[in-house]
């Protein structure tokens, strides 16, 4: 199942797929609250690529060029809990909105076996484990996996500067057999902007869009992330 569609002319919302049963909400509630490898295996397995697009109405283009395969970076400017120094990769960024994904929360690491048998996959010959991470607070309960580009399957996508998005749990298996991306990452949940919404922010000082660099986006040390990102952004004499 698909969990999120990028299209080249339009960005679309993703809502949580009907057929969670009420016992998979539950899971996914307590993960919230507790965290830790057995529930997020869980959540993930009732949820990653659980999801249905949804359509929106066409909206006149934005201005400003896209955003999408760039870092966003939260100035000390923004309060707002959920983003105070967090570094996001944008997916999409067009005239129906904006969506990223924050990379430098993770919060827990899950055996890719133990997941692809919570979803009901072949774990053998799988072995390693992924890092999870909180992709913002939009759908918490959505998987994606960033990657780098020179994995393609069947429903990958390039943003740009070679990351990529595959909407594809067999990504999953082939990251545990060794046949899949030199680098990933496992978020749950994104961030998205309405129309023009991400563009007042930024005028708003908010936000500053850096050039992306692939080891800053797939680094294992995520507290380092914001100060390298900022450390990217061009001062405007």
Sequence with gaps: MRFIRVFRSGVESVRRGRFLSAHARGTIARVRILGGTAVVAAMLAAAIFAGSPAGGAAVPAPKDASLAGRLLVATSDLRDPRFVQTVIFMVGHDATGAMGLVINRP???????????????????????????????????????????????????????????????????????????????????????????????????????????????????????????????????
């Design 107 to 237: 919060i827990g690491r899950i055996a890719i076996g133990a997941l692809l048998e919570q979803l009901g996959e072949d774990s053998r010959g799988v072995g390693g484990e992924l890092r999870v991470h909180y992709g913002g607070p939009v759908e918490p309960t959505q998987g994606f996996v960033l990657h780098t580009a020179e994995y393609a399957g069947v429903d990958t996508r390039v943003v740009g500067s070679g990351i990529a998005l595959t909407t594809d749990p067999k990504v999953l298996r082939a990251i545990g057999a060794g046949s899949g991306p030199r680098r990933s990452l496992l978020a749950l949940g994104y961030a998205g902007w309405a129309p023009g919404q991400l563009e007042a922010e930024i005028k708003s000082g908010h936000w500053v869009d850096v050039q992306v660099d692939e080891k800053i986006v797939f680094d294992e040390n995520a507290d380092k992330k914001w100060e390298r990102a900022m450390a990217r952004r061009v001062i405007v004499l």
